[in-house]
């Protein structure tokens, strides 16, 4: 399938067989998640913080994301393949389009960018010239030093407002899905119900949304220092790699 017919496809899941996503960074996971049959493989900016050893995305670059853009296409998933735009790479419609099609160029095949009806146009700008864009609302990582922390999102009239704004103008612009994040329960689900396109939700309460993304790292325990409330991990990466470290050491210094 081409990007347009796999973004298509995605769009197409609205309202039916819930969409499972989860961030990877490098080859061999990608590999691994796609060949476990999940649905969408973001190359999340996350990758600053559980990659890169970063505070916040706020410090990922155009080029972290093209390096590990790069690396995750060479897995050639079935999976759609998005990449983020980072933090001032989409300042206006022209960086935003000549950024998106960087990302292009490293494989992946559509891109995602935060905020709502001040990006309708740069999204605009991209969906015109045939790239997938999808969309991210609620909590917005790359603006967290102005928010002063992760909050969660839709809690009054005037906030559950502002996320159908913004997400009605980013579905006029084109996106074929939007992200939802940290967004409380009642609104993600009513929202999901009101907009046309698919909403993945992440923390936004399992079940609410017309599927989930997370990030692979919480799912699999391998990075056990910070672990959201939300996150439910199924496997233990980390306390496997203790104990192969100490069966290691045990059988190179014999103690
Ligand atoms: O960067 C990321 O991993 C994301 C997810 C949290 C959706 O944007």
């Given at each position: 399938m081409t990007p347009l017919q796999k973004a298509d496809a995605l769009r197409a899941r609205k309202g039916g067989q819930p969409i499972a996503a989860l961030t990877a960074y490098d080859y061999p996971t990608a590999r691994l998640l796609d060949e476990g049959g999940i649905d969408v493989l973001l190359v999340g900016d996350s990758l600053g913080m559980v990659?890169?050893?970063?505070?916040?995305?706020?410090?990922?670059t155009l080029d972290h994301m093209l390096h590990h853009v790069a690396a995750v296409a060479r897995a050639k998933p079935r999976a759609l393949l998005i990449g983020d735009l980072p933090i001032?790479?989409?300042?206006d419609p022209e960086m935003a389009l000549a950024n998106a099609r960087k990302l292009v160029a490293a494989g992946a095949e559509a891109v995602k960018l935060e905020g709502g009806v001040r990006q309708a146009e740069k999204v605009r700008a991209i969906t015109s010239a045939g790239i997938p864009v999808v969309g991210h609302l609620g909590m917005l990582p790359q603006r967290v030093l102005e928010e002063g922390g992760y909050k969660k999102k839709g809690k009054t009239p005037e906030q559950i407002e502002f996320i159908r704004e913004g997400a009605q103008a980013l579905i006029d612009a084109g996106v074929c899905a939007i992200v939802f994040e940290s967004v409380i329960g009642p609104t993600s689900k009513q929202l999901t119900r009101e907009l046309s396109v698919p909403i993945i939700g992440i923390?936004?309460?399992?079940?609410?949304?017309d599927g989930e993304i997370a990030v692979c790292t919480d799912l699999l325990g391998s990075y056990p220092w910070f672990v959201p409330p939300f996150a439910k991990p199924e496997a233990d990466l980390a306390g496997a790699t203790h104990t192969a470290v100490e069966r290691y050491l045990a059988r190179v210094q014999g103690n």
């Open positions: 990659v890169l050893g970063f505070e916040d995305t706020t410090h990922v001032h790479s989409y300042d923390g936004c309460g399992e079940g609410n949304c």
